[in-house]
């Protein structure tokens, strides 16, 4: 299971939001082996990372946090879509081919909140 942390408020509005979230995910390593990323928005206030246990999509591609195709959104996510094949096709489908990164159900997850 993914590890994920953030903070909102505080520290997060400042430069080392980036640094203190890192730190946050290092002590939870064992959650999720296969990477880590952050992602902060001092002016927001959000400070973001996770832990990656790759289940779906192994390549970097499938790396979290991750940003939406057009930057609006932003989400750290631990689960599994079991149709995201369904509604990948779903989405290409009803918007038109869309530019996908990867394989991951969360990609399709953060294609379905934009469409």
């Known amino acids: 299971m993914c590890g994920i942390v953030g903070i909102m408020g505080g ?3 400042t430069s080392s939001g980036a640094a ?5 995910a290092d002590t939870i390593r064992h959650r999720g ?8 928005d001092p002016e ?3 400070a ?10 192994l390549s970097s591609a499938g790396a979290q ?5 057009s930057g609006r959104y932003v989400i750290v996510f631990n689960g599994e879509i079991y149709n995201h094949r369904e509604m990948r096709t779903a989405l290409d489908r009803d918007i038109g081919a869309f530019s996908w990164h990867g394989h991951s159900d969360t990609e399709v997850f953060l294609a379905a909140v934009e469409a």
């Open 20 to 24: 203190s979230v890192r730190r946050m």
């Open 48 to 57: 973001l990372s996770q832990r990656r246990l790759a289940i779906i999509d």
């Open 11 to 13: 520290i997060a509005a």
């Open 44 to 46: 927001a206030g959000i």
């Open 33 to 40: 082996p296969d990477g880590e990323g952050a992602w902060t």
């Open 65 to 69: 946090p991750m940003i939406s195709h």
